[in-house]
């Protein structure tokens, strides 16, 4: 039996040596590409950021150049450091002040944040936890205006609010969203609250709530991660917001930042685009602070979608 062993014991030496001269055990090959499947994810991550990033990274650096080393110069960093593109932004153009722009800005954002919370939320409790004939019809219908592109009714909605005298003022922006005409925060708020269990309502049915009670003592404390990530999507779409003011806003003094920052672009006088840089950076902080601030909440509220009860 001892004459037997010894063939066995050559060919395993053999093959230990064999996979030596191959680059090792299987274990450290399978080591050796994991490492190497990372080492190409991550340097094409990077890659990717790269170029998401640098536009935006373009952008704040160029507020720093002369206004004419922005045009034609496509390098990051400034050859000449400068503040004048920001006193030039904060101190306004067309005799309105930088402050007047974002105070306009602020109102049409927190406006139609307000607006959207109030209206959605009702109309989702509506659709989501009460029986009314057509109930469906009608919600079949409010998800069909998504597929409706906002070019198609601008003509029809201008001639309204312009025989009603709202033109030049920010009712055609705020009105609409008040009356629960933003079907995507309708939808959201429905599954969300089809996502909670019924009983809570029969609970506090029991107790003697009615439907106003139910909505603002049981469910709508619970629907906290919907109502801040509408709340987040209503702020940031409403801040960058350009087509809606041009169409309704025909003074200077009503002017948001998205309008302000085309007017230091004028293609038949000379063009400040430094500070037109400056005002985007600073158009920038505000949406940064407001994500920034309620990006806890929006984390919490997708890790908590799924607990029931």
């Known amino acids: 039996m001892s004459e037997n062993l010894y063939p066995n014991h050559t060919a395993q030496e053999a093959g230990a040596t064999l996979l030596a001269e191959r ?17 190409v994810f991550h340097t094409l991550v990077i890659a990717v950021a790269v170029v998401i990033l640098y536009p935006g990274v373009w952008m704040v650096m160029s507020s720093f150049k002369p206004n004419g080393d922005i045009v034609g110069n496509v390098n990051l960093w400034p050859e000449t450091w400068t503040l004048d593109n920001y006193v030039s932004a904060l101190g306004g153009i067309g005799g309105v002040s930088f402050w007047s722009f974002v105070l306009n800005s602020l109102i049409l954002a927190v406006g139609s944040v307000v607006g959207i919370v109030l209206s959605a939320t009702v109309s989702a409790y509506a659709f989501a936890r009460i029986s009314f004939p057509g109930r469906g019809v009608y919600f079949a219908i409010m998800i069909g205006t998504m597929l409706l592109p906002f070019h198609v009714v601008i003509i029809p909605q201008y001639i309204l609010f312009n025989s009603m005298g709202m033109v030049n003022t920010f009712l055609p922006l705020l009105a609409p969203k008040f009356l629960a005409t933003e079907a995507f925060f309708v939808f959201l708020m429905v599954q969300f609250l089809r996502g909670l269990p019924r009983e809570l309502d029969e609970a506090a049915r029991i107790d003697g709530c009615g439907h106003w009670g139910i909505f603002r003592l049981v469910l709508l404390p619970l ?15 409403s801040w960058n917001d350009f087509l809606g003011p041009l169409l309704y806003l025909k003074q200077p003094e009503t002017y948001p930042l998205p309008i302000a920052l085309r007017i ?13 840089m400056a005002m985007a950076v600073l158009a920038l902080v505000p949406v940064l602070l407001f994500f920034v601030l309620f990006q806890r909440y929006l984390v919490d509220g997708v890790a908590t979608q799924g607990l029931k009860g």
């Open 23 to 39: 680059g090792g055990s299987p274990s450290s090959q399978a080591r050796q590409r994991r490492r190497t499947n990372s080492v």
């Open 223 to 237: 629907m906290r991660p919907a109502v801040i990530t509408s709340s987040i999507f209503a702020f940031i779409w």
């Open 264 to 276: 230091y672009v004028d293609q038949t006088s000379v063009s400040d685009y430094g500070a037109q």
